[in-house]
């Protein structure tokens, strides 16, 4: 599988595009300012649709392309806990970069915990992993072995607790049981920053210790 990083404006929120061999289509995972503009050329090159977009959690930088992306024929995946914050982005004005406008979202499959996403060729494992915001996921493809966590972890560190919903314990449980539990050859593609490993952040993250 290919997959194509984006970093976006304004607080530098990585999208993934995923494409899978054999297909025409691709999934997207979190949807940034300027997601659909940014994978559009990549797309057009690929002669693919985009057919989904999973959001790792509802926080307005992951999810502000969403209702661009779903205009244009994605369907959009997202935790049912998070759902006040994607249909009703601007509950979250306090909290964004001040001046910007975000649009609702509808949402129109809500994952389950442990639930296999088979999607366009791939099998996603969709694992809920609390702490940075109630709705956070994974999506874990054991082929491929990687995982997109979101902000639940990043190389060396981990996402904030401090926002609406945040909670330090129940984040340092879901990296524990959800995170470290997986492959340590797991390639971790997180929502800021540069991919890392399960083993590196096991062995090195100074946030939780594996
Ligand atoms: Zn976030």
């Known amino acids: 599988m290919q997959i194509a990083t984006y970093e976006l404006p304004p607080v ?73 914050w994607i249909e009703n982005p601007m509950m979250q004005a306090d909290f964004m970069v001040p001046g910007l406008e975000i649009d609702p979202v509808r949402i129109d499959n809500f994952l389950q915990p442990r639930q296999i996403l088979e999607i366009v060729g791939l099998s996603l494992e969709v694992r809920h992993v609390p702490g940075h915001a109630p709705g956070s996921v994974l999506f874990y493809d054991r082929v491929a072995k990687v995982a997109f966590v979101g902000d639940a972890i990043f190389a060396g560190s981990v996402g904030r ?32 920053g540069p991919a890392t490993t399960v083993a590196a952040e096991r062995a090195t993250n100074k946030f939780v210790r594996g």
């Open 12 to 84: 530098g929120t990585n999208a993934y595009l995923l494409l899978p061999p054999n297909r025409a289509e691709a999934v997207l995972v979190d949807a940034p300012f300027g997601a659909l503009k940014a994978i559009s050329p990549q797309l057009k090159k690929a002669n693919r649709r985009l057919a989904a977009v999973l959001l790792t959690h509802g926080h307005w930088d992951h999810i502000a392309s969403a209702a661009e992306c779903q205009a244009a024929g994605a369907a959009i995946y997202a935790h049912p806990d998070d759902r006040e």
């Open 161 to 192: 607790t401090d926002l609406p919903g945040g909670d330090w314990e129940q984040l340092e449980n879901s990296i524990r049981t959800q995170i470290y539990t997986l492959p340590g050859d797991t390639v971790l593609y997180p929502g800021h």
